[in-house]
């Protein structure tokens, strides 16, 4: 038996051949998918029951023999086999499989039912290139504000896979790029912070409909617009030095290096640019430089200098106050930085003593000019030295005023005592002429003395 089904092989083929050409022309019917790497099965027609004798045929450019149920025929390869009796299962699928098979079943009459499977491959390896842009330690991308972008993505597939590019901006719903056309790159000119986020290419097998994605995120990052304020001011005890330096409206924010110039030393590094000296680094006229630097430039970042002083006091060295009058002493401060404090002291003997404002004392102090009053003056209390002093981190300046408090003037008297001066003086000059030339001096005297007379009465009144 086994020969006379080999001897109509032949006959079978040239069949095959004849219902081949037939079916190409109706069209073929809804493709079986498959996968590289799995298995698939096709199934020998839509029927229940039992079935008859069954071959299959791999029809190329002519039918070739793969698998009978006639245990008389080897399969023509270990990777086919038959299942539930009829139908052929593929194990380790490659893309050279795919094609057209038919189905021969003998059973009271002969049968023919075609099978076209499709072999899928992939997508593997998805890979995206974002360019023009830097990479943060943890692999997160950035690009810098204003910049070209450009965006590519590629994948290993069979048939060539769709791919298309889909954007989640923080807190928002994912959107795709080019109102829902497929494309593979783009490029945004001008990127904004409204385009930070992740960006998702997905790669999606049109036959199989496998899908794979890579997502990665992309921050935008722009540097401060304007150049970094640098101050010094003294901290709340006094004692030290609080360097600050400021560079706002970048994203992030950026770091800051304070260094000693000249020479760079560095001084300390931080996020927030605010440095704490104490006074032993401290000292008339250094300068102290701050270094702002951002991720995306520029290259030798942006600074700013400060350049610490101690005080220079002007102020009267002596003031006079009468008994019981006011009097104002006056402190002119000039080229501390930072600013410095402005005390008043009392007394040289206990400089630490700090003169209080109080009903005796007023003191005002309009920018780094400093006015101390003293009100209703005493020579006991009053009179004496005062000390303005000046305090900043760099040093401690001061000066001393002396002030003198005297009685009031008695007009009466000074009036009294300049008359009497004023008489003798003319008694003295009188006797003088009288005893060189006693008529002159008469009639001279008399004419005199007549206009001195009426002077002095007009005074008086």
Not at 71 to 99: C, M, T, V
Not at 309 to 318: F, G, I, K, Q, T
């Amino acid at each position: 038996m086994a020969a006379g089904v080999r001897a109509s092989r032949p006959q079978v083929l040239v069949c095959l051949g004849v219902l081949l050409a037939r079916w190409v022309a109706a069209g073929l019917e809804a493709p079986v998918i498959g996968e590289v790497h799995e298995n698939v099965t096709l199934h020998c027609g839509n029927i229940s029951g039992p079935r008859g004798l069954v071959t299959w045929y791999r029809n190329d450019s002519e039918p070739v023999f793969l698998l009978s149920s006639n245990s008389s025929f080897r399969p023509a390869e270990p990777r086919f086999s038959l299942a539930n009796a009829s139908s052929l299962h593929i194990k380790a699928l490659r893309l050279q499989d795919e094609g057209n098979y038919t189905c021969q079943e003998v059973l009271n009459e002969t049968r023919w039912f075609r099978v076209w499977l499709r072999v899928a491959c992939g997508p593997y390896e998805v890979e995206v290139n974002i360019s023009s842009t830097g990479t943060l330690p943890n692999g997160t991308l950035y690009a810098a504000k204003g910049s070209q972008v450009d965006f590519s993505c590629s994948s290993r597939s069979w048939p060539p896979p769709v791919v298309e590019w889909q954007f989640r901006a923080p807190d928002s719903s994912t959107e795709p790029f080019g109102n829902n056309v497929t494309v593979s790159s783009f490029i945004l000119l001008l990127m904004s912070r409204n385009l930070q986020g992740n960006y998702t290419c997905l790669a999606t097998n049109t036959l199989s409909g496998r899908q794979r994605k890579v997502t990665t995120e992309l921050l935008v990052y722009s540097p401060p617009p304007s150049a970094p304020q640098c101050r010094a001011e003294m901290s709340q005890g006094q004692l030290t030095l609080q360097l600050t330096c400021r560079w706002d409206g970048g994203y992030p924010d950026p770091d800051f290096l304070w260094t000693e110039e000249p020479g760079g030393v560095a001084v300390g590094t931080s996020k927030l640019g605010v440095e704490m000296l104490n006074q032993s680094q401290l000292s008339d006229g250094k300068k102290f430089k701050c270094v702002g630097s951002h991720i995306v430039g520029p290259e030798l970042g942006a600074s700013c200098v400060v350049q610490i002083r101690s005080a220079s006091l002007v102020s009267e060295p002596m003031k006079t106050c009468f008994v019981g009058g006011n009097v104002t002493l006056t402190c002119q401060v000039s080229g501390a930085y930072p600013p410095a404090k402005i005390l008043w002291l009392r007394n040289l003997t206990q400089p630490e003593v700090v003169i209080q404002p109080n009903g005796h004392y007023l003191i005002t102090q309009n920018g780094q000019s400093s006015t101390l009053t003293i009100r209703n003056c005493s020579q006991v209390l009053d009179e004496g030295y005062y000390v303005c002093q000046a305090k900043n981190p760099v040093g401690v300046r001061e000066v001393d005023i002396w002030l003198s408090v005297k009685e009031p003037w008695n007009i009466g008297g000074i009036v009294g005592t300049i008359v009497s001066l004023l008489l003798l003086g003319l008694a003295i000059i009188s006797g003088l002429m009288l005893y060189y030339s006693p008529v002159f001096c008469w009639k001279g005297g008399k004419t005199w003395v007549m206009s001195w007379f009426w002077w002095i009465q007009k005074k008086r009144k």
